[in-house]
């Protein structure tokens, strides 16, 4: 082959040469960075909005006061029903309590234990999993172990013993929750920490002499971030289920505080007569949990789609 | 493989050790059996009797050393062997799950393979929505909304009991489905997805293989793999069963089982159904290793 | 043009392949001609995301879609339009005529099945041949391949062979098919220097024992000068220059086809600056209608960045896309 060096080839004179960053201008066009809200986003996340809504401003918009009985009125049906009554929206329960009412503050409370539930389990989940995952050592051995042994258990029936255990009550069904959920956070959190502890600038920055702790405030966490986001949306529902299954079987939320699952629970002996006070709790706890998964798909394709499986 | 072993020895001892606490915490049973007048005397008594007034830590090495023996006491309120009485509720457990778990299985797979098919066309969104729907239904809402349609107003079907394997079945596999026929379907879809998007599926393409066998041969076979471990996970559910669905349809099986045993106290037999459900976990994801390494080529030979 | 219209394999005019993404419309495949005869080695030259391997897929219509579609052109396969075909008279096309070996060795053998298995199921889709027959012949096209001991190795699982031994796996995969045409997309790209040497031999032989068509995707032109008897030069879905190998090697008309050339690094040019190309390929998102190349060509004219320009002549064999050269 002939050398190329000694072989003449078309060299251009530079007067007409537009200047590189300009011409790379012209020929890629400007991507504006849009988010893409479609209807997957506006619809659940309107739905949750009206839920929080409702929920913070629930002594406004009930009409009636959820623990008051109204015997007179019990078992009246919901407004599309022969025999409806204007003042119960959405009918009574067998002690005369308006459901409407009780939906609104039933809101109130799933949603305190949603919000804290989540809040916390995601807190100690992702401390403990970057802990595990940029330790190492006998720090993640430990944090390992106990994840393995929790997922051995069965969610709803530890969940249910602890509830026993504890008592019934608001700050307990949390705990509970944590303890229970923190496992999946820690699980994500110590896998990405991994990860990113190979990273090049994590490595630089410990060359610099960076503590860990800094370190790990600054470049793992917000890396994390996003996936940790989508756990958290998507274990909204989760909590909800399971903080309403509890409340139904009476190891939840005590009476008198309104709670869905335990409206569920009390509309089971009328169901022939008087079906809307189990249904109507249901459907709400499913439009919040529909919402809350709804949205964490969303979240997920947009800022993780490699968490797909979950 | 012996690692695994020993790490599931080692999750075995916390569980029972976690299990022994927490079953202990649940309460005094001298207080729910003994009538308030029963004097110090008659509590010693008792207390004698059922072991309890032993130091803890004696009682706990008590409980190992028979468990080890498959000796799990005797239930506080049935007084009978726990190991009997879990493994009598066993059958009508795994009846309801495992039909459950079967027919989710034999639904969700197929469906979910189309719908990695399909991928983006109407017929896979309408599937993804299911699928998420299935996900967030209320398993004792769902329950109950099915009795009430199909045993109190169409009276097609009974609205709780058991029976074996009859109508009985229905309303409460359907419950416990639900949830795991969107997992499946989900799962599924998405590693089809994978795969179909992988080289050797392009190769079979290139060899000029019906996409029928594309599809199933080369695509859901290596699919299968992540779908093994759910499976596994959905069987352990299956065999501790469900505690709201079996409380809601009246069906007694351990979830029910489980129930009453919180309810009264009942620490042998609380501590019975824990440590069978982390055993059974162990077991079930060492059988899983093992399945794996039949499946995935790649696990079998990394000794090479 | 040289050459009886006979011995040419495979005509294609216009090719188009997009691909429709969020982004917008990427043009991958933007208008391609070219020609291979029966027995002749084409090599497709170009830079990563030139669109090479998009052609190559385009070929057997096995391009993604969604997002991606052939929206134009005609690929003449022995005189028929291959994009006038159904799915199901393609597949039946796939591997007995056509066949491709991927770029990737980890990843193109399916790992749950035994690479005899996978031999012996090329063989059977295009070869009435059962059991030991059929054994027989696995043994005999991975003997062809330079597999050593390929009764033993017929056992084997993907991942427990090399990535050296796995192309050449593809190779037998795509021998059996005895198909008239192979496209052999960057298969030595991830392979180390040796192992490339060897893999080229081989597929020289393959190509005399069945004298089927190659067309060599790659991007090192080191390559091309030892195997392709000609060659096509692309960048941004288009194809820039074509001809014989030693005709553009020696001189290369197209301002970006020098430049390739001139980037190599050569022997006993130690203490020089590698020779780069300025700038990067463009984003074949939503590209205008001027020259793709114009903004990092040193011999650019207005021109140059309005219009796009026409494929010139300029010997029996050898087009060039460029308005210097008119």
Not at chain 2, 264 to 279: E, K, M, N, T, Y
Request: hydrophobic share 45%; with cysteine; proline share 5%.
């Amino acid at each position: 082959m002939k050398d190329l060096e000694t072989m003449g080839g078309p060299r251009g004179d530079s007067d007409t040469k537009m200047e590189v960053s300009d011409a790379l201008k012209t020929t890629r066009k400007k991507k504006g960075k849009r988010m893409g809200f479609g209807w997957r986003f506006y619809l659940p996340a309107l739905i949750l909005a009206a839920f929080v809504l409702v929920a913070i401003f629930a002594d406004f918009i009930a009409p009636h006061n959820p623990v008051k009985n109204h015997l007179a009125d019990s078992l009246t049906p919901p407004f599309w029903q022969e025999g409806a009554k204007a003042e119960y929206l959405l009918g009574t329960d067998q002690m005369g309590r308006d459901i409407l009412s009780r939906l609104i503050y039933g809101a109130r409370t799933s949603l305190i234990v949603a919000a804290l539930g989540v809040f916390l389990t995601g807190i100690v989940g992702t401390i403990l999993g970057v802990l595990a995952g940029y330790k190492g050592g006998w720090v993640d051995a430990v944090i390992s172990r106990a994840i393995d042994v929790i997922q051995g258990f069965p969610l709803f029936l530890v969940a249910l013993v602890l509830a026993i255990v504890l008592g019934a009550s608001l700050f307990n069904i949390i705990l509970i929750i944590t303890i229970m959920f923190w496992v999946g956070y820690a699980r994500q959190a110590r896998a990405e920490t991994l990860q990113i502890r190979e990273s090049a600038y994590v490595e630089l920055a410990r060359i610099a002499g960076c503590r860990d702790f800094t370190i790990a405030v600054r470049h793992v966490i917000p890396n994390l971030l996003n996936s940790i986001i989508v756990i958290a949306t998507l274990g909204v529902g989760s909590v909800i289920l399971l903080e309403s299954g509890l409340s139904f079987l009476g190891a939840g939320i005590p009476p008198p505080t309104p709670s869905w699952g335990s409206m569920c629970a009390d509309g089971r002996s009328i169901l022939t007569t008087a079906w809307w006070v189990s249904f109507l709790p249901g459907v709400a706890i499913m439009a919040v949990v529909l919402s809350g998964n709804l949205l964490g798909d969303w979240l997920r394709d947009k800022l993780d789609p490699k968490l797909r499986d979950l | 493989m012996i690692i695994r072993l020993g790490q599931g020895i080692l999750a075995l001892i916390v569980g029972t050790i976690l299990v022994f606490g927490l079953a202990r915490l649940t309460g005094n049973p001298l207080d729910l059996m003994l009538p308030e007048t029963a004097t110090p005397e008659q509590r010693q008594q008792m207390a004698e009797y059922l072991g309890l007034d032993k130091p803890i830590y004696q009682q706990y090495f008590v409980f190992i050393g028979n468990a080890a023996k498959g000796d799990f006491g005797r239930s506080l309120f049935f007084y009978r062997p726990v190991t009997q009485i879990i493994f009598e509720r066993l059958p009508a457990t795994l009846e309801l799950g495992g039909t459950a778990m079967l027919f989710s299985m034999l639904v969700a797979i197929p469906v979910g393979v189309y719908a990695a098919v399909k991928r983006e066309k109407w017929q896979d969104s309408i599937l993804k929505v299911f699928a998420i729907f299935g996900q967030s239904v209320p398993s004792f809402w769902l329950g109950i909304m099915l009795i009430l349609v199909f045993a109190v107003s169409l009276r097609w079907l009974p609205a709780g009991g058991y029976g074996r394997f009859d109508e009985h079945l229905i309303l409460p596999a359907l419950t416990v489905s639900t949830f795991s026929i969107a997992g499946f379907l989900r799962l599924t879809r998405s590693a089809m997805l994978d795969t179909l998007s992988t080289d050797y599926v392009r190769l079979a393409r290139i060899k000029g293989l019906k996409e029928r066998y594309v599809i199933w041969k080369h695509g859901l076979r290596n699919a299968l793999i992540p779908v093994i471990t759910f499976t596994g996970f959905v069987l352990v559910n299956a065999f501790m069963g469900s505690v709201i669905v079996e409380a809601v349809f009246a069906w007694p099986g351990i979830g029910q089982l489980s129930y009453q045993a919180l309810l009264w106290r009942d620490f042998p037999l609380i501590q019975g159904i824990l440590v069978f459900s982390v055993a059974l976990f162990v077991l079930v994801n060492l059988a899983i290793d093992i399945l794996y390494v039949y499946l995935d080529p790649r696990v079998r030979f990394t000794r090479d | 043009m040289a050459g009886s219209k006979d011995d040419i394999l495979l005509r294609v005019t216009g090719l188009k392949t997009y691909f429709f993404v969020r982004r917008g419309t990427v043009k991958a495949v933007d208008g391609v001609n070219f020609y291979i005869k029966r027995g002749e080695v084409l090599g497709i030259v170009g830079e990563s995301a030139c669109g090479k391997s998009v052609t190559g897929l385009s070929l057997l219509r096995l391009v993604p879609d969604p997002p991606g579609k052939i929206v134009g052109g005609h690929i003449f396969l022995e005189g028929e339009d291959l994009l006038l075909k159904s799915e199901e008279e393609m597949r039946k096309l796939r591997g007995s005529k056509i066949t491709m070996i991927q770029q990737n060795p980890d990843s193109s053998l399916n790992p749950v099945f035994r690479i005899g298995n996978q031999v012996a199921e090329a063989i059977s889709l295009h070869q009435e041949l059962k059991d030991k027959a059929l054994h027989n012949k696995v043994v005999e096209i991975l003997g062809l391949v330079n597999i050593p001991s390929p009764e033993a190795r017929m056992r084997d699982y993907p991942h427990q062979m090399s990535g050296g031994m796995r192309q050449r796996v593809a190779g037998a995969i795509a021998l059996s098919c005895q198909a008239n045409l192979l496209i052999a997309d960057e298969p030595t790209t991830n392979l180390d220097v040796t192992t490339q040497a060897e893999y080229l031999k081989l597929l020289e032989e393959v190509q005399k024992v069945t004298g089927c068509a190659i067309i060599f995707i790659t991007h090192d032109f080191g390559i091309v000068s030892k195997i392709c008897t000609r060659v096509a030069v692309m960048y941004a879905g288009k194809i820039v220059e074509a001809g014989p190998t030693i005709d553009i090697m020696q001189k290369p008309r197209h301002p970006y086809t020098f430049a390739l050339l001139d980037s190599v690094p050569k022997l006993g040019s130690r203490g020089t600056l590698l020779r780069t190309i300025e700038g990067q390929p463009p984003e074949p998102v939503d590209l205008p209608p001027s020259c793709a190349f114009a903004v990092r060509c040193p011999m650019a004219k207005d021109r140059c960045f309005k219009e796009n320009p026409e494929e010139v002549r300029i010997d029996d064999n050898h087009y060039v896309s460029c308005f210097h050269v008119e």
